[in-house]
């Protein structure tokens, strides 16, 4: 009898736990059925753009170089007696120091006989300037005589006056010749070289010397093709910053002087000039800036109105990435005007307000629908 009731209860447990389960099972599903469509649509972060007002800025870099190198030379003769003690290489003078003196002796006794000659002639002249008066008072006592311009001495007296001057230039050539014999610094120097000394005879026109000039310093930049369409207007005395990147380091001030107007044929580059006012400072205080150092020089170039500055990572083929209203991406062919950094300025292809992609799914195609992120924060994207 048990058995029988086993045999019974179990089939229809088994029948009634199947349809139990089938229930849930069609509950389940209806369920699913109910469920909202998922958004498959690929999230991007946008920024408004806003143009703005760029100043360019320019950067070179050249070496320092003196404005002038003047090889000097003495102008008289003589023995060298004496010396500036900044006289030697690595020396520093200042314009009208004198850098070394030639015996003079000779030279003063030049100008004494100069002077002499001077008086002599100048007394030649006031005797024949006497002769030609009497010539004339005695012209006038016999106005019926016939008279000769050598009878009123003129020939005497245009002789005298010429030889008044000729020693006057000769006091002059010996007066010259005793100033020359202490030899002055035509400007603030370096002194390059020294190739004199005391007791030493030096011949007029021996080169005894080197200078640089040291009031004012120049740099030569090279300026590429692309950076020459942002030079300022005018170019001359634009200011610079010129700076020193090392151990010592430091900026000056300077200003460009002149562009050497011509296009180098190897690089095709142009070049301007810059110059800096006392460069070894002695007039004023700071870092030297010597002579073949090697330096960055940067000015403000022209100023761009109305362009986008935008990361170049965010730039890929001339092509940005757009977000329209309609929440689609779009391609944007742009023109990069310039280059400056991690950075890209872009005059055509964008509009203010237009919504930039800045983070775009794996594979974007023009049209593809895409949600905005909840926050699009970039700050410095312009």
């Known amino acids: 009898m048990k058995a029988l009731l086993v045999k019974i209860f179990i089939p229809i447990g088994i029948i009634i736990f199947g349809m139990v389960g089938f229930s849930l099972i069609k509950a389940s599903a209806a369920d699913d059925g109910d469920k909202k469509p998922v958004?498959?649509?690929p999230t991007?972060?946008?920024k408004a753009l806003k143009a703005v007002e760029h100043q360019v800025v320019l950067t070179s870099f050249g070496e320092v170089k003196p404005l002038e190198t003047t090889r000097l030379a003495a102008q008289v003769s003589g023995e060298v007696i004496s010396w500036h003690k900044n006289f030697v290489a690595g020396g520093l003078v200042?314009?009208?120091?004198v850098l070394f003196t030639i015996e003079k002796d000779n030279y003063l006794a030049a100008l004494l006989q100069a002077e002499a000659a001077l008086t002599s002639a100048q007394a030649v002249l006031i005797e024949e300037q006497a002769k030609a008066q009497v010539a004339e008072d005695e012209a006038k006592r016999f106005p019926n005589k016939p008279r000769t311009d050598l009878f009123l001495r003129k020939p005497q007296v245009l002789s005298a006056q010429a030889q008044v001057k000729s020693a006057q230039a000769a006091l002059m050539r010996a007066q010259r010749d005793l100033e020359d014999c202490a030899v002055k610094a035509p400007y603030d120097a370096l002194i390059i070289s020294r190739e004199i000394g005391v007791g030493q005879?030096?011949?007029?026109?021996?080169q005894v010397a080197q200078l640089n000039n040291i009031e004012t310093a120049e740099i030569i930049l090279p300026i590429a093709g692309f950076d020459s369409l942002f030079l300022p207007t005018p170019l001359a005395e634009t200011p610079v910053n010129i700076s020193y990147k090392g151990i010592n380091s430091f900026v000056r001030q300077g200003k460009i002087s002149r562009d050497l107007g011509v296009i180098d044929s190897a690089t095709r580059m142009s070049h301007i000039v810059v110059q800096v006012d006392d460069p070894y400072n002695l007039k004023s205080s700071g870092s030297d800036l010597k002579f073949g150092k090697y330096v960055e020089v940067s000015f403000a170039g022209k100023q761009l109105s109305e362009v986008f500055k935008l990361p170049q990572e965010l730039v890929n083929n001339r092509t940005v990435w757009v977000v329209d209203n309609e929440q689609k991406l779009q391609a944007k062919e742009v023109n990069v005007l310039r280059s400056e950094g991690a950075y890209f300025l872009i005059d055509k292809g964008l509009a203010n307000d237009e919504q930039?992609?800045?983070?775009?799914?794996e594979y974007p195609q023009v049209g593809m629908e895409v949600k905005l992120a909840a926050s699009n924060a970039s700050d410095g994207l312009k």
């Open 39 to 41: 958004d498959t649509r």
């Open 44 to 46: 991007v972060s946008v």
């Open 94 to 97: 200042k314009r009208g120091e």
């Open 201 to 206: 005879f030096v011949n007029k026109g021996t």
């Open 356 to 361: 930039l992609v800045l983070t775009l799914p």
